[in-house]
């Protein structure tokens, strides 16, 4: 998400079809937890990003899903009465676009398997308002369908830069997640404010979001951290 700041690029179409040559390997490690009244989960994962053209990357994901109670905005599992963890696995695969300067789209589809053991479609959107001011606004969603339960759910965030420095990041806003169908039924939802810290030389993202909703109270910290190569 924060990688529109510095790695922003071009709208020349050419560059959709120009291969970038050396090519541009990205690794990105994440675990995130979640917390609430009536569900709680963990995930860990990688994320692998090679560059095909300037303005379109393959991504491939692997990711770990532990859910220890009930089921929630973004679990894939019917509602079952047993307390016992669930344990899942998720493969993904897609592409990313650089539409235009300081946004990147990406869709991917993929499948679970384990406790979850049916395909998923995902797509992520970014884009970053006012890149040469002080305080830029950040806006993102991500959308995903689950096949397992027929729930389809979303993440919305608008974050703004409140300070800056050379070597970090401190961003605050709010965000918040809508979900429904399938075993849920009725559309239901959450939010709160969000904060989010950005390391620099480490590239290495902290954010926490806590808020109440449909799952009552509940409150959610993600890491990430990336590391990249030029070919």
């Given at each position: 998400m924060l990688a529109g700041i510095g790695e922003a690029k071009g709208q020349d179409l050419a560059r959709f079809f120009d291969p970038e040559i050396?090519?541009?390997?990205t690794l990105r490690l994440f675990g995130a937890g979640?917390?609430?009244?009536?569900?709680?989960?963990?995930?860990?994962?990688?994320?692998l990003s090679q560059t095909i053209t300037h303005e379109v990357s393959f991504i491939g994901r692997a990711i770990a899903y532990q859910v220890e109670r009930g089921t929630g905005f973004d679990s894939p599992l019917n509602p079952?009465?047993?307390?016992?963890?669930?344990?899942?696995?998720?493969?993904?695969?897609?592409?990313?676009l650089v539409p235009f300067q300081g946004t990147t789209f990406a869709f991917m589809g993929g499948e679970d398997v384990g406790d979850s053991d049916a395909p998923m479609f995902e797509n992520d959107?970014?884009?970053?308002?006012?890149?040469?001011s002080r305080?830029?606004?950040?806006?993102?969603?991500?959308?995903?369908?689950?096949?397992?339960?027929?729930?389809t759910y979303g993440l919305v965030d608008l974050r703004a830069v409140a300070f800056s420095t050379g070597r970090w990041m401190l961003l605050m806003g709010?965000?918040?997640?809508?979900?429904?169908?399938?075993?849920?039924?009725?559309?239901?939802?959450?939010?709160?404010?969000?904060?989010?810290f950005f390391l620099r030389s480490w590239r290495l993202s902290v954010?926490?979001?806590?808020?109440?909703?449909?799952?009552?109270?509940?409150g959610t910290l993600s890491v990430s951290r990336s590391v990249s190569w030029d070919e």
């Open positions: 050396p090519g541009h390997l979640y917390g609430a009244e009536k569900y709680g989960t963990t995930h860990d994962g990688f994320e079952s009465s047993h307390a016992a963890t669930h344990n899942f696995g998720r493969f993904e695969g897609g592409l990313s959107f970014s884009s970053w308002i006012r890149l040469r305080h830029p606004v950040n806006f993102a969603y991500s959308t995903s369908h689950y096949f397992e339960n027929g729930v709010v965000g918040g997640a809508i979900w429904g169908g399938g075993s849920v039924g009725q559309a239901k939802g959450q939010g709160g404010p969000d904060v989010g954010d926490l979001q806590a808020g109440y909703g449909s799952s009552r109270t509940y």
